[in-house]
């Protein structure tokens, strides 16, 4: 089905892209599929937004679907406004609404990833009747091979005339997570048609002696995807953006806090010992109960409600707002409880605090959103990192605070880079808060042995620079982590 559309649509640009955008699209215009890699903050959707309007005016494709995650779907729109003359239409969960939008002349639509699994059979019967091309935004929302949504994309991938996933974290949290997002764009040609097969290959080793072999197996990854992918860092872009500084503070949980913390600690090590000490080969699997162990270093009133102290991390956060000069300077706060941001937005209002939340609607997140960015009074953004670490430039701020932090390397990086990305003028900070000698540590472990993990596999940096970096066993740090006092 070819659509007529009244008037020719004016299918140019507004804007020219950096050099290092406009090598991208060159790179892949005139692939089947492929995967745009770059880092966060320099323009993915520029790069998507060019790509699509050269399919359109060389006729390669009728329409194009541009899948996102719900609270992104506005912010496509605004994009495709600020750099084409493209008018696009959203699909929405209104079945009856997508059917008739879907039999109209319609050159772009936007839509979030649920809509296609929702609309399935309507979706797959469209795609048949014409040549749609698919864009796949934050991608790593398809990683997990075994998710009903994930396979519904797989079904349909061979049914789009051109397929582009992207992300900037291709390796959202383990090198593993790339397989299912590739399996949509090849079918299992470049990494294998078995995900436990990739996994077993590809997962993070437990314990230092087993990282022998280990970066020889994760360099090869990105040789199986150099022919199809584009990838660019800050650095390797050539952009002359203001430095990151990435900043550690360590504070002494107080005393009540430190009671409750030995408490949990002490139950969770009775649980994890066997007879052959502690069982944390497979830490994926007790993630859950550690999370404990991090909401005790973070506030304890999120797992003891007759907590009323001030928690240390709280006391060195007001600290900090001294030696950042806050009244100068915007701040990003990040946590990964909802509970967290409620209770500081309480405790920080003479600061006029915005909160972003999986609890608040998405019109009420981007009006806290829009307040922070607008009003100069303002001068904190509370967020989960679920809520809002993608798909926003909030470069009116230079400070992200971690008050603390998931196991999730995507939720870290994603957010920080709010901050640090085109447009941003100010040298850039990040904070971490860490509570001494808890679970805050290995966390800290963790997300740097995941974090070189990614990097080997994306192609940012050598298995040499790779095997300096990764020097620490998670495996004793964890165990380490759960001594007892008595037992250290």
């Not at 030696?323 to 100068?328: K, P, R, T």
Request: charged share 25%; hydrophobic share 40%.
């Amino acid at each position: 089905m070819a659509f007529v559309l009244r008037k020719p649509p004016k299918l140019s640009a507004k804007h020219e892209g950096y050099p290092y955008q406009l090598d991208a699209v060159r790179a892949i215009k005139s692939l089947p599929y492929a995967a745009i890699f770059h880092e966060q903050g320099l323009g993915k959707t520029k790069i998507a937004i060019d790509l699509m309007l050269l399919w359109l005016s060389e006729d390669v494709v009728d329409t194009v679907f541009v899948v996102t995650k719900k609270t992104l779907v506005q912010n496509w729109c605004d994009e495709l406004a600020s750099h084409c003359h493209v008018t696009p239409r959203i699909l929405s969960g209104n079945r009856r609404d997508n059917s008739i939008s879907l039999n109209s002349p319609v050159l772009v639509y936007v839509m979030n990833y649920e809509v296609i699994s929702s609309n399935f059979d309507l979706i797959r019967d469209f795609l048949r009747t014409c040549r749609v091309g698919a864009v796949l935004d934050e991608s790593q929302k398809i990683k997990n091979p075994d998710a009903r949504l994930s396979a519904c994309f797989h079904s349909l991938a061979k049914e789009f005339t051109r397929r582009v996933i992207m992300t900037g974290t291709p390796v959202a949290n383990r090198p593993y997570d790339v397989w299912s997002q590739v399996k949509f764009l090849d079918g299992g040609e470049a990494l294998g048609d078995s995900f436990d097969d990739f996994k077993k290959f590809a997962d993070l080793p437990s314990t230092l002696g087993k990282t022998k072999e280990y970066g020889f197996q994760l360099a090869g990854i990105i040789d199986k995807l150099k022919r199809f992918s584009v990838r660019e860092t800050k650095s390797s872009a050539g952009l002359n953006l203001p430095s990151k500084t990435i900043l550690t503070h360590l504070v002494a949980l107080e005393s009540r806090q430190a009671a409750i913390y030995s408490s949990y600690r002490d139950d969770m090590s009775y649980e994890l010992q066997s007879a052959d000490g502690f069982v944390t080969d497979n830490a994926e699997d007790i993630l859950k109960r550690l999370l404990r162990l991090v909401q005790c270093a973070s506030n304890p009133a999120l797992v003891d409600d007759t907590y009323d102290e001030f928690p240390a991390k709280y006391l060195k956060l007001v600290e900090l707002f001294d030696d950042i000069n806050i009244w100068s300077n915007k701040v990003i706060i990040w946590t990964g409880f909802i509970d967290n941001v409620e209770w500081l937005c309480g405790k920080l209002e003479e600061f006029m605090p915005q909160k972003v939340h999986g609890y608040m609607s998405v019109s009420d997140r981007n009006q806290s959103i829009r307040r922070f960015k607008s009003n100069k009074d303002c001068r904190i953004l509370l967020a989960t990192p679920g809520a809002a670490k993608e798909g926003l430039t909030l470069t009116v701020a230079n400070h992200a605070i971690f008050y603390d932090r998931s196991f999730s390397l995507d939720d870290y990086i994603q957010a920080q880079d709010r901050i640090h990305r085109i447009s941003q003028t100010e040298e850039c900070f990040v904070h971490n808060i860490l509570a001494k000698n808890t679970i805050d540590e290995w966390v800290d472990d963790l997300l740097n042995a995941k974090y070189q993990a990614a990097r080997l596999v994306q192609g940012d940096i050598s298995k040499d620079s790779f095997d300096t970096e990764f020097n620490f066993d998670l495996s004793d740090a964890l165990a380490q982590i759960l001594l007892s006092d008595k037992d250290k």
